[in-house]
């Protein structure tokens, strides 16, 4: 979107502006030459316009190779470990070379309409000068007496008008290179307006602001949770869970526990009601909801750089106290002297410097920082040792 905004649309204004003051200038010495201008230009725009047709299609495909080839590497890269363990190695580098060839397809279609506009700007350029200079050539040898204003054709008004030419059609010229910036621009605005223009899970947000003093109690009559596309992920489901009481979600994998707690955490839409404290939840304001959340999931993300950053992730004004403290009962300073830098250590990417079950207590220690009204928890103890799952669930506790 850069190159369109930066070089399109400028040149844009160049490609109009400049060939007008170039007729205006020639237009006093010799009428023929400035219509011969006139006329020979619209051909240009005319024939990239019809090639750029097809440049925004050929770019929009680009651009869903070019996704299809990052998602792919992107999840092989991840799983290269499992991969290799099971020997899919030989079968997916087959696999992401597909998808290379078929990436490398899709540019070379781009780059070959790019040349075909060149190509025919430089035709029509050429045969534009090249008439112009066979007008004069003509006029001077008297086979041709019109557009000299009866003065005759002097080699001053030949000279300024051959002078002129290219650069009358250089705007246009320049233009047809930033051509295939606006293509490209076309096919990214496309992706982007199907994404802007996607209907939201939650189309209505609600202004409903939750007391923070206030205990929570849950109602649930009817209720049906969807995914964003519309598919019914678990339901009917009737139950009431009265403030200050711990339930246990169970049952076969697949059945909507985890998806029970998204809606809850308000990143699933539902049907049917699902009411906080007598309040649909549709109608409380996300942010004022959230504010009563916190949450362990089985697969703890720590986005932040350090250990200390990632704990205080929902409360950065904690005091030291607060923080030694949520470490101390998640059972995070049993390996804090282990770490090179202490609480400051970086966690690395995808927390590489730590592992599960230490990851797991650092995740519920940022919960535990967290003062909430309802404590959410997908399996924290899933894929711990025996002594991990034993202080995590003592932290819990």
Not at 287 to 315: C, F, I, M, Y
Request: charged content about 20%; glycine content about 8%; hydrophobic content about 45%.
């Amino acid at each position: 979107m850069h190159d369109y905004y930066a070089r399109y649309l400028p040149q844009m204004a160049l490609a109009v502006s400049v060939p007008l003051l170039i007729v205006v200038a020639i237009f006093p010495s010799n009428w023929a030459a400035a219509l011969i201008l006139l006329g020979t230009a619209p051909l240009i725009p005319l024939f990239m316009a019809l090639v750029g047709m097809g440049a925004a299609d050929a770019n929009r495909r680009n651009f869903l190779a070019l996704a299809r080839l990052s998602g792919h590497f992107l999840d092989r890269l991840r799983g290269m470990e499992t991969l290799r363990i099971f020997g899919r190695g030989e079968a997916e580098i087959e696999s992401i070379r597909s998808a290379s060839e078929d990436f490398r397809q899709r540019t070379m279609e781009v780059l070959r309409l790019a040349f075909l506009s060149s190509g025919i700007l430089e035709f029509f350029t050429s045969l534009s000068i090249a008439l112009v200079a066979v007008y004069f050539g003509f006029s001077y040898l008297g086979e041709l007496d019109f557009g000299h204003y009866d003065t005759g054709v002097t080699l001053a008004a030949g000279f300024l008008a051959l002078i002129l030419a290219p650069e009358f059609f250089q705007p246009l010229r320049d233009l047809g290179t930033f051509y295939h910036a606006k293509a490209q621009a076309v096919g990214a605005a496309d992706s982007l307006k199907t994404f802007m223009e996607t209907p939201l899970a939650h189309p209505q947000r609600g202004e409903v602001e939750l007391a923070s003093t206030d205990p929570v109690t849950i109602e649930a009559e009817d209720l049906f949770i969807t995914s964003p596309e519309g598919k019914t992920l678990a339901g009917p489901l009737n139950f009431t869970l009265p403030a200050g009481q711990r339930a246990v979600l169970v049952g076969r994998s697949g059945s909507g526990k985890s998806s029970l707690l998204n809606a809850l955490s308000g990143f699933l839409s539902y049907q049917g009601s699902l009411r906080i404290n007598g309040i649909e939840l549709r109608d409380l304001s996300p942010e004022s909801w959230r504010k009563h959340l916190s949450w362990v999931g089985q697969n703890p993300q720590l986005p932040a750089a350090t250990l200390r950053d990632n704990v205080l992730l929902a409360r950065p004004d904690a005091s030291e106290q607060e923080l030694q403290a949520a470490l101390d009962n998640a059972w995070v300073s049993e390996f804090l002297q282990l770490l090179p830098q202490g609480v400051d250590t970086p966690v690395g990417d995808q927390a590489a410097r730590l592992s599960v079950g230490q990851a797991q207590r650092v995740a519920v220690a940022r919960a535990l920082l967290n003062p909430c009204s309802l404590l959410l928890l997908d399996e924290p103890a899933a894929s711990l040792d025996a002594h991990s799952e034993q202080r995590v669930m003592e932290a819990l506790n």
